[in-house]
């Protein structure tokens, strides 16, 4: 039987305030991570908007053609 570890989450305090950066949510899936260089364009993608000043999170989902 496999285990999975799952990383704790921190606490948010309701009154915390924003570290002055908008966060950013971008996903890619399918042909945009199809291959190596798409891969990696994504990669510049969320670096450039890292380097712009916004906090990122990047979602990838499966890679082209490779679910039903």
Known sequence: MATT????V????SDAKPR???LVVM???GTSVGDTQKIKDVAR???A?????HRVVGVLSAMGH???
């Not at 570890?5 to 704790?8: D, L, Q, R």
């Not at 908007?49 to 000043?53: L, N, R, S």
């Open 66 to 68: 490779t679910t039903d």
């Open 5 to 8: 570890h799952y990383e704790a």
């Open 49 to 53: 908007a890292h380097e712009a000043g």
């Open 10 to 13: 921190p606490e948010v305090a």
């Open 20 to 22: 002055g950066r908008d």
């Open 45 to 47: 993608r969320l670096a």
């Open 27 to 29: 996903k890619f899936g």
